[in-house]
């Protein structure tokens, strides 16, 4: 897949959303899978992020004849949906794909749907009920859950164990191929491949 800038393409763009939170204690983090994501992708196609905007981050590409604009909603997580609404309304558009972290998956797994419900994650559930639709793509990464259940907050706000890492990277990895397929082919391409993946 190559990604470039665009200027002014005259299309719909895609919305990619990766949910994090700002500032360096939380770079690398469970919670900030996201943004892992999107960093990702930046950093390999020499991509600039625009961080003038308090509140988000964008970084704006062209895929073949897709625009795509990659969000960081940069007012913590559990505040994500007024700032995905904000520029899902600049952009008239209606194509989203949100990246987040799950506890629910083994470390290192995805999983892709077309809707849902937030699963209980903050994060969603504030985009969920500022959109006020489930009817978007979603693409979930696991990132395990904490042997004791009620240490979830300090977990998911921690760093990944060195032997964690493997598995996420390879994570990172599938979501950016799945994004591809998604965005080149279609979603249910893309989960007929990596919903089943180990």
């Given at each position: 897949?190559k990604?470039?800038?665009?200027?002014?393409?005259?299309?719909?763009?895609w919305?990619?959303?990766?949910?994090?939170?700002?500032?360096?204690?939380?770079k690398?983090?469970?919670?900030?899978?996201g943004w892992?994501?999107?960093d990702?992708?930046?950093?390999?196609?020499?991509?600039?992020?625009?961080?003038?905007?308090?509140?988000?981050?964008i970084?704006?590409?062209?895929?073949?004849?897709?625009?795509?604009?990659?969000?960081?909603?940069?007012?913590?997580?559990?505040?994500?949906?007024?700032i995905?609404?904000?520029?899902?309304?600049?952009?008239n558009?209606k194509?989203?794909?949100?990246?987040?972290?799950?506890?629910?998956?083994?470390?290192?797994r995805?999983?892709?749907r077309?809707?849902?419900?937030?699963?209980?994650?903050?994060?969603?559930?504030?985009?969920?009920?500022?959109?006020?639709?489930?009817?978007?793509?979603?693409?979930?990464?696991?990132?395990?859950?904490?042997?004791?259940?009620?240490?979830?907050?300090?977990?998911v706000?921690?760093?990944?164990?060195?032997?964690?890492?493997?598995?996420?990277?390879?994570?990172i990895?599938?979501?950016?191929?799945?994004?591809?397929?998604?965005?080149?082919?279609n979603?249910?391409?893309?989960?007929?491949?990596f919903?089943?993946?180990?």
């Amino acid at each position: 897949m190559k990604f470039i800038d665009f200027s002014d393409k005259i299309n719909t763009p895609w919305i990619i959303v990766g949910l994090g939170n700002p500032g360096a204690k939380y770079k690398n983090t469970r919670h900030n899978i996201g943004w892992s994501v999107l960093d990702r992708i930046n950093n390999k196609f020499n991509i600039d992020v625009n961080k003038k905007n308090k509140d988000y981050y964008i970084s704006t590409l062209l895929m073949k004849k897709s625009k795509i604009i990659m969000l960081y909603p940069a007012t913590f997580i559990n505040n994500s949906g007024d700032i995905v609404t904000q520029i899902t309304k600049k952009y008239n558009s209606k194509k989203i794909i949100v990246i987040y972290d799950d506890i629910n998956l083994e470390t290192g797994r995805i999983r892709i749907r077309k809707n849902g419900s937030s699963g209980g994650h903050n994060g969603m559930k504030s985009i969920i009920s500022s959109l006020a639709t489930e009817e978007f793509t979603r693409i979930r990464i696991g990132i395990g859950e904490p042997i004791i259940r009620s240490e979830q907050i300090s977990y998911v706000l921690g760093k990944f164990q060195p032997e964690e890492k493997i598995l996420i990277n390879k994570s990172i990895d599938r979501c950016i191929n799945a994004l591809e397929i998604i965005l080149e082919t279609n979603i249910d391409e893309a989960m007929n491949i990596f919903n089943s993946q180990q």
